[in-house]
């Protein structure tokens, strides 16, 4: 079964730009979540998609959103970049996300530069 | 409050060494799961193991165990037989059951930085 994919793997941007990153998830999983990795703040959960619908958020501003399509593949959008928000983005995907026991696998993450 | 604690910032070990990374845990949730993974300098996060708040028994996953101290609200990662490939960064992750809507939300701590050397 394929794991799951991020793209693009590199992007660099300069301020004020925006810019859409997508992900796959594994087949038949349901749930897609985001978080953000940066060396000062570690991994912070951006949000989470289900069937569609945010079902879950992370305290980020307005300026990141996402969206979720039926084949469960998801994308974020960060708008208006700022330096900040050079990082790491990882997504994860699980089956369904509903029970604690429920485990997320990530994709290779999306490096993000900007200028 | 920091609800996932991972007080190591590095650790060495020689290949062919056990090593025990640490995490502790903060939660007044009864339903938890704890997770561990691994993040080789690709970026890449990999699933090592999973244990349950439920769960009577120490999960292991062929060199990899759990040592879970529920009262002590611990949840140390062990490898057994560590080698070359093992350098990476570890990260110890937290989901909570009763969240509003269902929250599949996870917590991770800082991080170990794991070194195996020859």
């Known amino acids: 079964k394929a794991g799951v994919t991020q793209t693009p793997r590199y992007l660099i941007k300069t301020r004020g730009q925006q810019v859409t990153l997508s992900c796959s998830p594994i087949s038949g999983h349901r749930s897609v979540s985001w978080y953000q990795q940066t060396p000062g703040q570690g991994l912070q959960f951006l949000f989470e998609?289900?069937?569609?619908?945010?079902?879950n958020k992370g305290n980020f501003p307005g300026r990141f959103s996402g969206r979720q399509f039926s084949n469960s593949r998801s994308e974020m959008n960060v708008s208006t970049l700022e330096l900040g928000d050079s990082a790491l983005y990882l997504c994860a995907s699980s089956r369904l996300g509903l029970a604690f026991t429920d485990t997320q696998y990530f994709g290779p993450g999306t490096r993000l530069t900007v200028l | 409050a920091q609800k996932i604690t991972q007080t190591q910032p590095g650790m060495f070990v020689q290949e062919k060494e056990a090593v025990t990374l640490d995490c502790t845990y903060d939660t007044s949730d009864p339903s938890y799961g704890l997770f561990w993974y691994k993040q080789p300098s690709s970026g890449e996060m990999i699933f090592l193991i999973y244990q349950g708040s439920y769960d009577q028994q120490n999960a292991t996953e062929g060199r990899y165990s759990l040592n879970f101290q529920k009262a002590r609200k611990s949840a140390n990662l062990v490898i057994s037989a560590s080698q070359l490939g093992d350098s990476a960064m570890y990260f110890c992750?937290?989901?909570?059951?009763?969240?509003?809507?269902?929250?599949?939300?996870?917590?991770f701590g800082t991080g170990t930085q794991l070194k195996v050397e020859l």
């Open positions: 998609y289900f069937s569609e619908t945010q079902r």
């Open positions: 992750a937290m989901r909570e059951g009763r969240r509003k809507g269902g929250g599949n939300k996870l917590t």
